[in-house]
Structure formats: C-alpha cells, structure tokens
C-alpha cells in the first residue's frame, strides 16, 4: 500500500488547525508542506512561520518540498521550523550533491525533486546519498493540475535504475495530478507515496478519500 502525503496548499487556510487534525486522525502517512518562492516557480505559498505552526499540531512526519532558488540558505531554517523531511529540486541545486550532506548533517531526511523534463538518469550519481526521489507529475507552482501521463514511464525507469544499483530502500514519490482513478496505476508503476492536495482537501469527506487513495492499490 502506498504511503499517503496531503499536500496542505490544498487545505483551507482560515481552518489550518482543523486541517492538521483532520490528518493526525486520518490514515494519512505524512504532512507535505510546498514552499514556492515566485522565482524557481511562478507562485508563492507560505514558509516558515507557518510550518512552525503547523509543526506544532502535526503528529506525523512533515516533509517540506522546497520551490526555491539557493534552498541552502535556508535549509537551517527549515529544520529549525521542525522539518523531518526536506526535498530539494535537482533544478535549483548547482552543488547537489553539498546540499545532501548539508539537510542530513542536521538530522533530517534527504528527499530530491525532479521537475517532468528532468530525466531520471540525472540522479544516478545523488541516489546512493539521499532517501527519496520526488517525481513531479505536474509542473511545480499550482495545485490542481492534470498529472501528466509519461510520468508513468519515468517511474518505471528510476525503479528499475534503484533495483540495478541495490538501492530499493530509496523511496519513489510522486506530486501532482494524483487522483482516486490514477492512483492505482501509479503504485502499480512502482511509487511508494502519493501526494495529494485537491483530491484529499476538496473532497466531501477528506478523512474517507485518504483510505480510499490508500486501498486504490487493491483495484
Ligand atoms: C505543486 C505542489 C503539489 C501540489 C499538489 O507544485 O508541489 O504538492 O500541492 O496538488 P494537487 O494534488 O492538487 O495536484
Ligand atoms: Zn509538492
């Protein structure tokens, strides 16, 4: 079974404590908290001080996804706002391979991002180093898009890659587009976690949609 992330940029932010409950109580695996800056991507969200509230409620693991240029500057930051999980984009990073041992030194998982005209080959070198490859399935920026279909390919190719390299334990990822009709064929594929923003927070019944996306697999 997959592991499920919502993604709170879907969430109601007049509501957040609410929100971060309705996760605690759900079968949900962990927080996804997205971090755009306006530059890296042509939107922003929210940052630290909101994470550290979030931080404060949330009883599950926090991943940040970071949608920003020059991420090293403020990976000590993050970590101090309580992030367990910190994902930086392979796009933003000119010395990739510092910022890994830069997020780990300080006690956090190591997570990269791949944008969809980013191939998996690129990370043949970094996979060794981190814990988990986020495959985005959208263009990064918005929520509610439409997962983009080649992606399913992708996630073939980087399994099989992890598999040549002994490298099973690294975690596949996959944000954007995830919905209850494509969440089957994107575990089947080979992800172990599925983020999801708009199919979780604007369903009637969040906490019920989790368990569905959750047993997807099954159909
Ligand atoms: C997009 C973000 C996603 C987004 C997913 O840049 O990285 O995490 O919140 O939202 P949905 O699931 O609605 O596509
Ligand atoms: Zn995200």
Same mark, same amino acid.
């Given at each position: 079974?997959?592991?499920?992330?919502?993604?709170?940029?879907?969430?109601?932010?007049?509501?957040?404590?609410?929100?971060?409950?309705?996760?605690?109580?759900?079968?949900?695996?962990?927080?996804?908290?997205?971090?755009?800056?306006?530059?890296?991507?042509?939107?922003?969200?929210?940052?630290?001080?909101?994470?550290?509230?979030?931080?404060?409620?949330?009883?599950?693991?926090?991943?940040?996804?970071?949608?920003?240029?020059?991420?090293?500057?403020?990976?000590?930051?993050?970590?101090? @706002? /309580? =992030? !367990? *999980? %910190?994902?930086?984009?392979?796009?933003?990073?000119?010395?990739?391979?510092?910022?890994?041992?830069?997020?780990?030194?300080?006690?956090?998982?190591?997570?990269?991002?791949?944008?969809?005209?980013?191939?998996?080959?690129?990370?043949?070198?970094?996979?060794?180093?981190?814990?988990?490859?986020?495959?985005?399935?959208?263009?990064?920026?918005?929520?509610?898009?439409?997962?983009?279909?080649?992606?399913?390919?992708?996630?073939?190719?980087?399994?099989?890659?992890?598999?040549?390299?002994?490298?099973?334990?690294?975690?596949?990822?996959?944000?954007?587009?995830?919905?209850?009709?494509?969440?089957?064929?994107?575990?089947? @594929? /080979? =992800? !172990? *976690? %599925?983020?999801?923003?708009?199919?979780?927070?604007?369903?009637?019944?969040?906490?019920?949609?989790?368990?569905?996306?959750?047993?997807?697999?099954?159909?």
């Amino acid at each position: 079974m997959p592991l499920i992330a919502p993604s709170l940029l879907a969430s109601n932010f007049l509501r957040l404590e609410d929100e971060c409950r309705m996760v605690n109580e759900s079968q949900a695996d962990r927080f996804h908290l997205d971090v755009m800056d306006g530059r890296f991507v042509p939107n922003i969200s929210f940052g630290i001080p909101i994470i550290e509230h979030i931080r404060k409620v949330a009883q599950k693991p926090c991943e940040v996804h970071l949608m920003i240029e020059e991420p090293e500057k403020l990976t000590p930051d993050f970590h101090q @706002a /309580g =992030a !367990d *999980i %910190l994902i930086v984009h392979l796009e933003t990073c000119r010395n990739l391979h510092r910022n890994i041992q830069q997020i780990k030194s300080l006690g956090m998982k190591a997570g990269v991002a791949i944008n969809p005209h980013t191939p998996p080959i690129a990370l043949s070198e970094i996979l060794q180093d981190i814990d988990e490859v986020l495959i985005m399935s959208v263009n990064p920026g918005f929520g509610g898009q439409k997962f983009i279909d080649q992606t399913i390919e992708k996630i073939r190719e980087l399994k099989k890659m992890l598999q040549l390299k002994g490298l099973s334990r690294v975690l596949i990822e996959i944000d954007g587009g995830v919905t209850l009709e494509n969440a089957a064929g994107i575990a089947h @594929a /080979g =992800a !172990d *976690i %599925l983020v999801a923003g708009n199919t979780v927070f604007k369903s009637a019944d969040p906490k019920a949609m989790i368990a569905q996306l959750k047993e997807a697999v099954h159909q």
